[in-house]
């Protein structure tokens, strides 16, 4: 049997968590190929479906990275996120998907060597819980 | 403390219309919006009036509803007026008008006066049709002949919140005996029963006792459709059990009271998908159903408006496959009110959770 490997997308905002990715990049620090980075300019733009589809359409873990509370360039779009994202963890949650399959943290532009420790652990977490319910499945 | 007035002592099968009919008379309102036969079908759908030559079409408590009338309001109370209206509704459509007042789409001033109905469910069309054939008087045996109420919607039978609480005026139908009964619930609808020097009245003691019977009943009713449906949908395996025959026509959404976008995502481009994109899909899984995006398009609703979601079952109605769109629309529902601690309809100053940021939820 082929070894599994997590589809992870992470969706992450362009001021800090991008620009974390991107520190990580230039320190020469590098995080699991299984993830997927889309950068948005806000995480406050991630509409909840984007999270459905990612997960319908076969990801194994949705990873979100804003800026800190209270340090959003758009001043709250992280916590209209925050909002968002327990939303769709609850709902997901009751379609049988394991709750630690989407996170949602906060990483500073600055934080490029947590941006990689987030990324290993994420994969981590991922890895141990297998491939996700809809991976094979003909839905969407 | 809820007061209440009588309108007419006697037996009367529309006393509630011939309230109406004197309101407009009278000028205490310039329009009302309620449910009414047409010349051609006896099937009552909103109306706006602004006189009432023949109280008899009048049907405020028609156990039937071919739409949500919130929706229908809503469009004759799109902008602030002057006129004064009364507006003849449901608990479950008061609710949902509320919820589109706060979402900007209608205003409930001074000049609306909300009149609801102690609702004890809806039936479909088909057999509201069926019935009202046999019996003319359906409106009023229904309220008395629990028999009757057997098979109302799912929706309706686990609903607790038929007591139209957020009303100004309601009509009274449990525990009443006949007579035109109105509850009065605000200072706006104390107003308007005044004008009509309605005289107060006591209903009979056994009233609450039956508004409680029948809240409790509804209550284990409604535990026990959660808690199956939850176990359906607890994989989107068993989902698929649910919405596989689903045809995305989106009567569902478009039956939905509270779901308003003008345009909506699923109807743009963004869900056009090329054939290109298509063969890629199908490929990923050996093959795909068509048409695609049901699952998408059912739990991105979920995520959207399931905490606005008044549980009128509409959609379910709406649905020609026969799909329970309202079963698992409840439990998802449910599961995100308790989660922002919010009921929709309920208040109108109280804030739309996704709108209010840094609430005292906000960690």
Known sequence: MEEFRPKIVAMVCNWCTYTAADLAGTSRLDYPAEIRLVRLMCTGMIDPKYIIKAFLDGADGVFIGGCHPGDCHYIDGNIKAEKRVKAAASLLEQFGFEPDRLQLTWIGASEGPEFQEHMKHFTQTINALGPSQTRELMVL | ?363
């Open chain 2, 1 to 363: 403390m809820t007061e209440f007035a009588v309108y007419d002592h006697k037996p009367s099968e529309n006393g509630a219309a011939k309230f109406f009919q004197m309101l407009l008379d009278e000028h205490i309102i310039d329009g009302l919006v309620c449910p009414a036969v047409t010349a051609w079908s006896p099937l009552p759908m909103p109306h706006l009036f602004t006189s009432v030559d023949n109280p008899e079409l009048l049907m405020p408590l028609a156990p039937v509803a071919p739409l949500s009338a919130a929706t229908q309001a809503a469009r004759v109370l799109r902008s602030a007026s002057e006129r004064k209206i009364a507006v003849v509704l449901k608990p479950c459509e008061i609710r949902a008008l509320i919820e589109l007042a706060k979402l900007n789409q209608c205003v409930i001033d001074d000049n609306v006066l909300i009149i609801g109905i102690e609702c004890l469910g809806r039936l479909d069309n088909q057999t509201y049709l069926d019935r009202v054939k046999e019996n003319e008087a359906l409106s009023v045996s229904f309220y008395k002949n629990e028999k009757l109420r057997d098979d109302i919607e799912a929706a309706c039978r686990g609903c607790t919140d038929f007591l139209p609480e957020q009303a100004d005026v309601s009509i009274v139908t449990i525990g009443n005996d006949d007579a035109t009964l109105f509850a009065i619930h605000s200072e706006k609808g104390k107003k308007a029963i005044n004008k009509s020097r309605l005289e107060a009245f006591e209903p009979a003691a056994e009233r609450k006792k039956q508004v409680d019977g029948i809240k409790e009943r509804r209550e284990n009713i409604k535990a026990g459709q959660l808690t199956s449906i939850n176990e359906t949908i607890g994989s989107i395996d068993g989902f698929q059990q649910i919405i596989a025959d689903c045809i995305n026509c989106r009567n569902c959404q478009t039956a939905c009271p509270v779901c308003y976008c003008r345009q909506c995502v699923f109807k743009t481009d963004v869900f056009d998908t090329s054939p290109n994109v298509l063969y890629k899909r199908a490929g990923k899984k050996s093959g795909i159903k068509l048409p695609q995006d049901t699952t998408m398009f059912h739990m991105t609703r979920m995520l959207h408006i399931a905490h606005a979601c008044v549980g009128c079952g509409q959609c379910t109605s709406a649905c020609p496959q026969g799909i329970p769109v309202a079963d698992f629309f409840r439990a998802a529902a449910d599961r995100m009110q308790r989660l922002y601690g919010y009921k929709p309809g309920n208040d109108s100053e109280e804030k739309i959770p996704m709108l209010s940021v840094g609430g005292p939820d906000a960690e």
